[in-house]
């Protein structure tokens, strides 16, 4: 597809699981991002990859947050020891820019902790 | 820590009235961008603004980046029912990579 899309859709887990979240992002984007939406509020950036690195990461709450991009393409956002309070829409973003630039997001990943 | 605050929260206006939101910052921002979300649905880019003073426009819409670099604007000439939903602005500070979002101004429009 000619989107950013991201799997599954939907995620219910019960408290203490692991969860891994994926992101395909549109073919030859470079930067990819992560952002969490809460409820009411607007989407609050966790981490960025440049490539396969990631450039800053200075968004992610606490250790038990972790996103990986081996290939430089699909990312995969994992969650250790869910908690509660991670219920939210975790949506990914690409750019075909470095840093700067006009970010598309995928439809968001909706995680529900129970 | 960065502050964005978006304005107003929510508006009910008339079909064919215009509209108008803003952001402010407590820093400055070399970028700012417009996005619009509809339920179930991610941000949808509107606009992107690169420089102070830079005003845009993409059909009805119109944005400005202002010249404090601490704010911007956008407005909606004669609205219509699709453009319900939710607005943001993001802004970028200095040369780092974290965008930073608005809590959103819901807009509803009566037919």
């Known amino acids: 597809g000619a989107g950013v899309s991201q799997t599954p859709s939907n995620k219910v887990t019960e408290k203490g699981k692991y969860v891994e979240l994926r992101c395909d992002p549109i073919?030859?984007?470079?930067?990819l991002y992560w952002y969490r939406q809460s409820l009411g509020q607007g989407p609050e950036f966790l981490i960025y990859?440049?490539?396969?690195?990631?450039?800053?990461d200075s968004g992610l709450p606490n250790d038990r947050f972790f996103a990986v991009r081996p290939e430089g393409s699909v990312s995969t956002l994992k969650i250790q020891r869910t908690e509660r309070g991670d219920s939210a829409v975790y949506l990914c973003?690409?750019?075909?820019?470095?840093?700067?630039?006009?970010?598309?997001f995928g439809p968001g990943t909706r995680l529900t902790v129970l | 820590g960065q502050q964005l605050n978006q304005s107003p929260q929510s508006m009910f206006i008339q079909e064919g009235e215009d509209v108008s939101m803003n952001c402010t910052s407590s820093?400055?921002?070399?970028?700012w961008l417009w996005y619009k979300q509809d339920p179930g649905e991610g941000p949808v880019l509107l606009i992107a603004?690169?420089?102070?003073?830079e005003l845009t426009s993409n059909g009805r819409l119109t944005a400005q980046f202002g010249i404090t670099r601490k704010d911007s604007f956008l407005n909606i000439s004669a609205s219509i029912p699709s453009d319900v939903g939710i607005y943001f602005c993001?802004?970028?500070?200095?040369?780092?990579?974290?965008?930073?979002f608005g809590k959103g101004t819901r807009l509803l429009v009566k037919p």
């Open positions: 973003a690409s750019s075909s820019r470095q840093g700067v630039g006009t970010q598309y």
């Open positions: 073919s030859g984007h470079t930067a």
């Open positions: 990859f440049q490539g396969t690195g990631a450039a800053d």
């Open positions: 820093s400055i921002f070399n970028t």
């Open positions: 603004l690169y420089k102070a003073g």
């Open positions: 993001a802004g970028l500070e200095g040369q780092g990579f974290s965008f930073i």
